[in-house]
């Protein structure tokens, strides 16, 4: 069974910098892509950063030039580095993971077509 854990959020001023993290254990195969999605209560899930099995990496445009995404060697753990947090990036952050896809296309940006979620971590950004 696969599962998927976060952590990392937290509360931070605007202008400041956290690192979120995701372990992911239980898979047969490496998962066709992996990234962060954020949810604030009454909207839909977004896309944040998303990474392909070979690596490519994809940014949705409100993110670009401030986070980071990463991933270990072993392809189990995934990090998102932010920085320059602004109060609109409050929100629960989710990891998920998608099992299969064509390496023709870049990773999906859209919540449902991922398989696997983790429970989310809290990210706030206040003065």
């Known amino acids: 069974q696969l599962q998927i854990v976060e952590s990392g959020g937290g509360s931070v001023q605007p202008g400041g910098s956290l690192r979120l993290s995701c372990v992911v254990s239980g898979y047969r195969t490496t998962p066709y892509c992996m990234g962060w999605f954020r949810q604030v209560p009454g909207e839909e899930r977004e896309g944040v950063a998303f990474?392909?099995?070979?690596?490519?990496?994809r940014y949705t445009e409100f993110v670009k030039g401030r986070f980071t995404l990463s991933q270990d060697s072993g392809k189990t753990s995934l990090y998102l580095e932010m920085n320059n947090l602004k109060p609109e990036d409050t929100a629960m952050y989710y990891c998920?993971?998608?099992?299969?896809?064509?390496?023709?296309?870049?990773?999906?940006?859209?919540?449902?077509?991922?398989?696997?979620w983790g429970q989310g971590t809290q990210v706030t950004v206040s003065s």
């Open positions: 990474i392909r099995r070979d690596g490519r990496i």
């Open positions: 998920a993971t998608r099992q299969l896809g064509s390496m023709a296309f870049q990773c999906p940006i859209q919540s449902d077509e991922y398989n696997y």
